[in-house]
């Protein structure tokens, strides 16, 4: 909304307060502006100019010399290159020492020999956009009205010596949409009165109701239609006044007749629209639901098709315009229009918004109706508009309304106590003040039995519960003034939770291991809702999903890390490692709502390490990802309690791919993509491991600690054993721990096998294990006394030492 302080000075006091200060005012109280800006931008020594005569120049067949008087006491001649520059017009002349907008400068100068004291100007050259521009004037220069002095200020003429606020309204603020919803609230911040248009005419003899009927086929959509009818109207320029109010507005003039229109739109925030009673030819407006597949031309000559379910205009017959969103070529005022029917309606911004969105067609008026327009000014609109008609293009105003209205127009109540409103806001405000502010805001308010009774105008749509009038307190009463505190807390001292503190480790892990944290959709479709879950539960379809793509709530997060590391790839990123941390969801609560459950997950693939100065290259490949697990459950102290085991999960590598148990129960998987799934996804070789998060950072640990660095050297043996190519290297890791005495304290493989000279179905497999006492060094035999009971468990389980 851009304000101009010109026009907003009529209605509320606001001299002698500099734009900024207002601005920062009106900032302080709810509604940001944006910007401040001042319509003059510096410029200097603009003046009226008279054109006294015009010659072609000599040398320039699209140049003319003109002879100016700018209330000096001789002529100054200035060449100008306007299409439309003539004798005795009056036009606006930037002398020489002028500034302009962009830092120009005017000096005298020679154009092709010919001498030229200051430059005949465009709005465009004053800094005015030229979508603003009237269109008689968007090639060439500005005339002004005849009765223009030479040699006074031209901007002050113009109305350029203004400051214009852009102010940044939220969408409940809708009241803000108007000149006078803006005084209203500068009022209130004023605390002043606001000054309302004094609406009074002459109206004929002749009755509005003999001239024109009316009929309304649906009340719920149009409950309000006031018409005002017009004749003998001249259809002309605006006033310099009006044209200009409408350009700081942003709104381009036409003619007096649409620009009263825009002014009282802009004014009151109550959209209006003007036809050509003659062009309807059948004297009655009846609106109703449009014909499916009816066309209407509207006013930016664009055919459109509409829909059963939008609401139209029309004159009996045809439509001659669209509800609320524009009006249709077939009844538009032009310069031969001599009658004129002002509409001023009430209609459902749900209707509005619809029909705005399937024609994909915005006006100010849409706008204004999708967020509620005051039901109490659509008639004195109609009212100000043919006051204007009569004052500025001499019409006559036939006598009455012709009117359907069944609008409710009853104020909202909203009644709250003091208490409430304290209580909320953290800090005593007196009911002295309250009552102050609320009478400030025009709230018609009653204090009763410890509750404030308040009837909120209807300007203000947005008030409608108890939240509402604290706010509107705490605002003018001032953020500011709302004390800060610190929160009693007693001994109770804030910080994280150890789920949070566990939750932030893993995430360092993930980063320092050098994966890029990514956010997934929960939404995905059936068929990926349950693929690589840890466990299938019962899924959450969603009632009305915006598409079979997105309908259904997962319960992995893998499925989405795989599209956004097939996305990359696709786009020449070879090597992608992702994690994410994230909910899903599993069956249902007690409530009847999903169970969200917290995994973690990661995707690899393409190079793990690529050191080309080193000639050193890794791919990803299945340790890689496990290693990064395994360092998740070593920084959470977990690392004895973890073991792996082989695993057969659908769509997962049959050879590649293992479950995680934490204290004997699965809490993750870690596995290579299926070849199948891999081809599918346009991805080489992808690994994925997916934990439950929630049952991990919930697990008891105990608590960390230290030992001393060792004083006493280890032993180690190794082992190479000659075993089945079924049995996993796991198991057999787990009978050496079992065997070991308390000196064992690490086993590790170090090699694999299964080459020529192994029997077939078999393979080698070699472990490192190593002894130690911390306490003192051990001895030889204390070792191979140690180190023989592992090997006769070893050979009870079937293991070959070779």
Known sequence: MLVSLKWLSQYVDIEGLAPEELAEKI?????????????????TNIVVGHVVSKEKHPEADKLNVCQVDVGEESLQQIVCGAPNVDAGQKVIVARPGAKLPGGIKIKKAKLRGQESNGMICSLQELGIEGRLVPKAYAEGIYVLPEDSVPGTDALELLGLRDTVLELGLTPN?????????VAYEVAAILSTEVKLPEINYTASAEKAQDKLSLRVEDTAVNPLYAAKVVKNVKVAESPLWLQHYLMAAGVRPHNNVVDITNYILMEYGQPLHAFDYDSLGTGEIVTRHAAEGEKITTLDDQERTLQAHNFVITNGKEPVAVAGVMGGANSEVSDET???????????????RRTSKDLGLRSDSSARFEKGVDPNRVIPAAERAAQLLSELAGGEVLEGTVLVDELDKTPARVVVSPDFINTRL??????????????????????ANGLLIIDVPTRRQDIKIEEDIVEEIARLFGYDEIPTTLPESGEQVGGLTAYQEKRRIVRNVMEGAGLFQAVTYSLTSAAASQKYALKAEETTKLLMPMSEERSILRQSLIPHLVEAAAYNVARQIDS???YEIGSVFLGQTAEGLPFEEEHLSLVLTGKWTDNAWQGEKKQVDFFVAKGIVEAVFAKLGLTERVSYVKASVDGLHPGRTAHVLLDGGVVGLIGQLHPAEQKQAGVKETYVAELDLLSIL???????????????????????????????AGEIAEIIKGAGTKLLKDVKVFDVYEGEKMAPGKKSVAFSLTYFDPERTLTDEE?????????????AAGAEIR
């Open 338 to 352: 001599t009658t004129v029917v002002i509409e001023s309606a009430y209609f459902a911004g749900q209707s509005v």
């Open 173 to 181: 603020r809708s009241d803000a949409l108007s000149m006078l919803g």
């Open 576 to 578: 992608v490692a992702l």
């Open 783 to 795: 070792v191979v006394a140690a180190h023989n009971k592992v090997l006769k468990a070893l050979e």
């Open 27 to 43: 900032t302080r109280s709810g509604i940001e502006v944006d910007a401040v800006i001042d319509r003059a931008q510096g410029m």
């Open 698 to 728: 919930n697990a008891s640990t105990e608590e960390l600690v230290y030992t001393p660095v060792p004083r006493f050297p280890a032993m180690t043996r190794d082992i190479a054993l000659e075993l089945d190519r079924t049995t996993t």
């Open 426 to 447: 953290g800090m005593k405000i007196s009911l002295e003040d309250m009552l102050s502010i609320l009478e400030r805001l025009q709230f018609e308010v009653e204090a």
